[in-house]
């Protein structure tokens, strides 16, 4: 049938035999992409109405301090909430896009040192005076792929390792990589992950603590946009954490998307 989706499977009947299972899955495609489609106007249909509205809250608020103190409060919850909401359609956007492969950006080689650079940078402010943030990165490092996708990825796990370390601590930043992979990674010595949800971190919405991950700011989307940058760029996800203890988020790199270019090699022009 012309415009299809088949899915294929085989299996190993006897020593000689194979079964293929052939399955039509068509229709889950088309709802899957209904799904998409609608997160996505959804989403963009919701900016417009929630610029209004934060534009008139900032009206609001330079007239203030001539208000009663409830309305003070008031102001200031509804303009801690429209910020929440527009980070969250902000990344429902943002993964909309990652889902449709078609708007992707060309993928170029980049240097590792610059990424870290504006990962700092956006860290500083939300940091607290008992966390140490460490980044280490050999001189030359580069990695092929989105600038703006993989600075969304590595981002998050920086702002999750400082949200989820509420009682401070090291959080260490790292690029490792040699001839056959290339590995970035998060460590942080905060609440740590019971690991019955580790396998249920990516979904999105998906919070170990609901109560607590409201308060921290979180949109619940953040570990679904790395996993699918993540898969932009041929790299895995891996999780380690011990409740109490920290955790480690470490994306593994294949061999071609991962280079060393050092001073030496630029002065011979390799
Ligand atoms: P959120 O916006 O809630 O942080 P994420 O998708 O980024 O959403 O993370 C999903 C959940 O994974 C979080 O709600 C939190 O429970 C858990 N989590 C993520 N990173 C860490 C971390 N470094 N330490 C402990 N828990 C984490």
Not at 13 to 32: G, P, S
Not at 112 to 127: C, G, N, R, W, Y
Not at 212 to 221: A, E, F
Request: proline share 3%; net charge negative; aromatic share 8%.
């Amino acid at each position: 049938k012309e415009g299809a989706f088949l899915e294929i499977q085989t299996t190993l009947y006897d020593q000689n035999d194979h079964l293929i299972f052939i399955r039509d899955v068509t229709r889950l495609q088309l709802l899957e992409q209904m799904r998409k489609d609608f997160v996505a106007n959804a989403s963009h249909e919701l900016k417009t109405p929630l610029t209004v509205i934060k534009g008139y809250l900032e009206t609001l608020g330079m007239f203030k301090d001539n208000l009663p103190q409830s309305m003070q409060r008031g102001i200031d919850n509804m303009a801690d909430q429209s910020e929440r909401m527009e980070n969250l359609i902000e990344d429902l956007l943002l993964l909309s896009r990652l889902e449709s492969n078609d708007k992707r950006e060309n993928d170029t080689w980049l240097q590792v040192s610059d990424i870290f650079t504006a990962i700092e940078k956006m860290a500083q402010p939300i940091l607290h005076p008992d966390h140490t943030l460490s980044f280490s990165v050999e001189e030359g490092a580069q990695v092929h792929g989105s600038y703006n996708e993989l600075y969304s990825a590595f981002s998050n796990l920086v702002v999750n390792a400082i949200k989820y370390s509420p009682n401070g601590g090291e959080i260490n930043v790292r690029w490792e990589s040699d001839d056959v992979s290339g590995c970035f990674a998060v460590q942080d010595e905060g609440l740590g992950i019971d690991p019955r949800y580790i396998p249920r971190l990516t979904e999105r919405f998906f919070r170990v603590d609901k109560g607590r991950s409201s308060k921290t700011g979180g949109t619940g989307l953040g570990l679904a946009i790395v996993k699918h940058v993540l898969l932009h760029h041929s790299a895995k996800l891996q999780i380690r954490s011990q409740p109490n203890y920290g955790s480690t988020f470490s994306c593994h790199f294949p061999a071609n998307r991962v280079k060393n270019i050092t001073s030496l090699d630029n002065a011979s022009g390799k």
